[in-house]
């Protein structure tokens, strides 16, 4: 029996484990190793959830104890499991563990995809922040006008308790207090659920796909970071980002997605450079020479009619974007540029864990990430906003941060859609999809 260490994030690690490591025999999980989320590494992978197999929990540590690790377990194979990595990244984690006397393993689609007895349409990306929401959320808007009863599922993030956590059905604003939500679950839930959408998400896919296998006649997979899907799509969208032009052969598992994509999407054309967008349709003629290629506008507005032009902003963004996304800006500041909006530097005002961040990420320009895993980082983001010396905050974060942080500033949402132009052809390549599975 090999002794196994999986290297996780919490969401792929425990998918991987539950459909490919806890009904095998050959392989002992000794511990998994948790990096990009603040303080995860405190919990554990429960004993009702790992198995007849396992005495007890296995548990978690932050990524830096690994080689550590390696030697107290007598590790023989470790496992990546988790998105949004450099290539280079993956290969110095790799050498790493080479290093230790471990082997280190990718595990792919055909032994961790969960097939559906419905049809998948699934829209991964190929880094984090790409603009796959506004996707996911077009397709769910064109299955509903055509009459299917559609649900969503998203890429986990159980942050918390894994056992209570299993299957999760966010139908109102009311399921976010019921499952404990964090501000970045919200932010992949709230835009479904305000739009009248179910979207289910959890620890255990198997049992979310039965769920949804019973009322839904179309799943979409909304997938998270540039991970490939837990269920094996009919029709795989990957969207692109012009910003970011290269890291789609340059990312894991994004570049994956790329290969593996019967659409391609290169989003934001409206407001990246051309150079850029260049750059990645010549990835797509060198690499997916005959895959479809849809070219999207990415609209941004603002949720008020009140002339906001030379007033001060702070601008919050989407906290993984900003984070380990790499993105330097969000749509926040591409609004705030639209409508002649200063922005003022959030550095200057970051409290706690924040200021951390901005030490961390050196990347991000003026944006404050929408970081809130925790009350107490709750705590900090809320007083960070009241800090900052602005006339209004634009909140470019899916979450409805006005309604859970109450600051003492005005809070505009921002908005952001695909054109109508591209949702129209995506409402073709639809149809044609869903006639061809009748």
Not at 71 to 95: G, I, P, R
Not at 341 to 358: C, M, N, P, R, V
Request: charged share 25%; proline share 5%.
């Amino acid at each position: 029996m090999k002794r196994v260490i999986i290297m996780g994030a919490a969401g792929r690690d425990y998918h991987n484990f539950l459909t490919f490591f806890k009904s095998d025999k050959n392989y002992k999980v000794v511990a998994f190793t948790q990096s990009q989320i603040p303080g995860i590494e405190e919990r554990n992978f429960p004993k009702s959830l790992a198995g007849r197999s396992y005495s007890g929990a296995i548990p978690f540590y932050p990524e830096e104890k690994l080689p550590h690790l390696i030697k107290k377990y007598n590790v023989d194979e470790v496992f990546l499991s988790y998105s949004d990595l450099s290539h280079e990244e993956v290969m110095q984690k790799a050498s790493l563990v080479l290093s230790m006397g471990a082997s280190f393993t990718l595990l792919g689609p055909k032994e961790t995809m969960l097939h559906s007895k419905k049809p998948v349409i699934a829209v991964c990306g190929v880094r984090t922040g790409v603009g796959k929401s506004s996707l996911s959320l077009k397709i769910m808007e064109i299955l509903k006008k055509k009459n299917y009863d559609a649900v969503a599922i998203r890429h986990p993030m159980p942050y918390g308790n894994l056992k209570k956590n299993l299957v999760q059905r966010f139908a109102s604003v009311k399921d976010f207090k019921k499952y404990n939500s964090t501000i970045e679950e919200q932010e992949e839930y709230h835009n479904y659920v305000k739009r009248g959408f179910v979207i289910y998400a959890g620890v255990d896919y198997k049992a979310i796909l039965e769920a949804v296998e019973k009322k839904a006649d179309v799943i979409l997979w909304d997938g998270g970071n540039n991970d490939f899907p837990f269920y094996h799509p009919d029709l795989l969208f990957v969207v692109t980002d012009p910003f970011r032009a290269g890291q789609e052969i340059e990312s894991y598992p994004g570049e994956a997605n790329f290969l593996m994509a019967n659409i391609l999407v290169i989003n934001k054309v409206n407001t990246a450079p051309e150079t850029k967008i260049k750059e990645i349709e010549k990835n797509i003629k060198k690499y997916k020479p005959h895959t479809k290629v849809l070219k999207v506008q990415s609209l941004v507005a603002l949720e008020t009619n009140e002339e906001l032009r030379g007033k001060n902003a702070l601008v919050i963004g989407d906290g993984p974007t900003l984070t380990h996304g790499g993105m330097s800006f969000g749509a926040g500041t591409i609004a705030a540029k639209k409508y002649g909006i200063k922005i003022i530097d959030a550095k200057k005002y970051a409290e706690g864990s924040l200021k951390q961040t901005f030490k961390k990420f050196s990347h991000i320009d003026r944006e404050l990430p929408a970081l809130g895993y925790s009350k107490k980082q709750i705590e900090e983001l809320r007083s960070t906003i009241n800090k900052s010396k602005c006339d209004v905050v634009l909140n470019a974060s899916p979450s409805p941060l006005k309604d859970l942080l109450k600051v003492n500033k005005p809070v505009i949402n921002v908005t952001y859609s695909i054109d109508d132009k591209s949702a129209r052809v995506v409402e073709q390549i639809l149809t044609k999809f869903l006639k061809s599975k009748k």
